[in-house]
């Protein structure tokens, strides 16, 4: 009973990780799948089986080297030297990160609940800063919440999707994009998600000392994964290619479930968010305090102050102009993750 509990905790903080803002809004399902026509679910089958084997890799190496950041599985992936200078890029992507976070969460905030864009900010830092304070634990219990019922949701979505006519859509859309514009898409989309959940499935997986549920938490986290990534193709590409103008595709799927359920998935985006947010925080501090042995309590307030700072550009600028670059960069690490010769064991 014990390793269930632990397996689904893995399972969920992994969901939880990758399942950001862009995530949840449809954002990134649309741009990187959907747009893709009947394609879009093949390479969502392919991002699929890249978090399933990927993530479970990455904490398994983890685990081995005892790993007490991210820092030590990349010096692992590329030396000491090199793995050093990653490390340092990765700070400056996981803070970018952060403030795209808590911008996000400013922008709900201001545009569904009536409160200011900046009360909306310190909100969220008050609230990662307590939780915070709890460490790993807070991190499992709040993805151990806010994943079931965004699954939930997402069978919800998916029941009044096979009654609304064009259900079967996701299997006849066309596209004109480029070959290589859709088969990058999975490889961009995993690379970009799997380096930025390092900062936390990195510590987890070094915490878990039996491997068995390590993998088959990663098995269920991947799979999890999938499915909703798979579940918002198939609702979006009812709407295609209208849905392409919305700012928040997913939010217009919910409106025609009810006002009530509407106002349940704006939260479910905020979570969602919150989540993303405290997770790469987690993981920044726990980077720098290698760095400059300093508190961990005066490293979490002096990041949440300079995201807050950051933020001030706003959501979008920061998303367009942060993420693109990001996933690039993101696919070195990627490719070296998988020729990484399998750790002991596995």
């Not at 460490?135 to 965004?150: D, E």
């Not at 006849?172 to 859709?182: E, G, K, N, Q, R």
Request: glycine share 10%; with cysteine.
């Amino acid at each position: 009973m014990k390793r269930a509990s632990k397996i689904m905790q893995i399972a969920f903080t992994y969901m939880g990780t990758v399942v950001g803002a862009g995530f949840a809004t449809g954002q990134e399902i649309l741009q990187f799948f959907t747009r893709f026509g009947f394609l879009g679910a093949v390479t969502i089958l392919m991002a699929t089986i890249m978090f399933v084997w990927l993530g479970a890799k990455m904490m398994l190496i983890a685990s081995d080297v005892r790993a007490k950041s991210y820092e030590d599985v990349n010096k692992v992936l590329f030396g000491d030297r090199y793995g050093r200078w990653i490390s340092h890029f990765m700070i400056i992507v996981l803070f970018g990160v952060c403030a795209v976070m808590l911008a996000g969460a400013g922008s709900i905030f201001s545009e569904n609940w009536n409160i200011s864009y900046q009360s909306g900010l310190l909100i969220t830092m008050v609230g990662c800063f307590f939780l915070l304070r709890k460490g790993m634990n807070a991190i499992l219990t709040v993805n151990s919440i806010v994943v079931p019922v965004m699954l939930l949701f997402t069978v919800l979505i998916i029941i009044d999707t096979v009654k609304t006519p064009g259900s079967d859509r996701w299997l006849l859309l066309t596209s004109d994009h480029s070959p290589i514009s859709i088969w990058a898409s999975p490889f961009l989309y995993a690379a970009f998600n799997l380096s930025m959940a390092q900062a936390v499935l990195v510590p987890l997986g070094a915490e878990m000392r039996d491997r068995k549920t390590i993998v088959y938490g990663s098995w269920i986290g991947g799979i999890g994964i999938g499915f909703m990534l798979l579940a918002g193709h198939i609702a979006l590409s009812v709407y295609m290619p209208g849905i392409q103008q919305f700012a928040i595709p997913m939010g217009g799927i919910a409106r025609q479930l009810g006002h009530g359920i509407q106002w349940i998935y704006i939260f479910l985006i905020f979570a969602e968010i919150f989540t993303t947010l405290i997770a790469d925080v987690y993981g920044l501090t726990l980077q720098m305090q290698e760095r400059l042995k300093v508190s961990r309590t005066l490293l979490t307030i002096l990041t949440l102050a300079s995201c807050y700072v950051a933020s001030q550009i706003g959501f979008g600028p920061l998303l367009s102009t942060l993420y693109p670059l990001f996933g690039l960069i993101s696919l070195g690490w990627l490719v070296l993750l998988i020729k990484q010769r399998p750790p002991l064991g596995e």
